[in-house]
């Protein structure tokens, strides 16, 4: 599978925005799909992953809900209430891992490019 990120961009403060992760490929049917993002000089975080329910950053819970559109082959993060902190290049990934390990980057094994998204103050 080849994945695909964009939808990141430019906004200030309490805006928000919406990521797109679109797949080719085969179908991401029965994989598991999560988010990553990488702020300037540090490590990749978890985001959100979606396996049937959702999983969730503790810094993004209430604020950012992923979904799947499997007519699309596409997976989702809407981005609602963004703060400054926010700013990253996001990731999405595709993993097989168990529920627990949902967090984990290094059980994932497909990349998107990545989509930088800026909040201003």
């Known amino acids: 599978v080849q994945l695909q990120a964009s939808g990141g961009g430019l906004v200030q403060a309490g805006g928000s925005l919406r990521l797109s992760c679109a797949a080719n490929?085969?179908?991401?049917?029965?994989?598991?799909v999560g988010w990553f993002r990488q702020a300037p000089g540090k490590e990749r975080e978890f985001v959100a992953a979606i396996a049937g329910s959702s999983r969730y950053a503790d810094s993004v819970k209430g604020r950012f809900t992923i979904s799947r559109v499997r007519a699309l082959n596409t997976v989702y993060l809407q981005m609602n209430d963004l703060k400054p902190e926010d700013t990253a290049v996001y990731y999405c990934?595709?993993?097989?891992?168990?529920?627990?390990?949902?967090?984990?980057?290094?059980?994932?094994?497909?990349w998107g490019q990545g989509t930088l998204v800026t909040v201003s103050s």
């Open positions: 490929g085969r179908s991401l049917g029965d994989l598991r």
């Open positions: 990934a595709v993993t097989r891992t168990i529920w627990s390990a949902l967090d984990d980057s290094r059980q994932y094994t497909t």
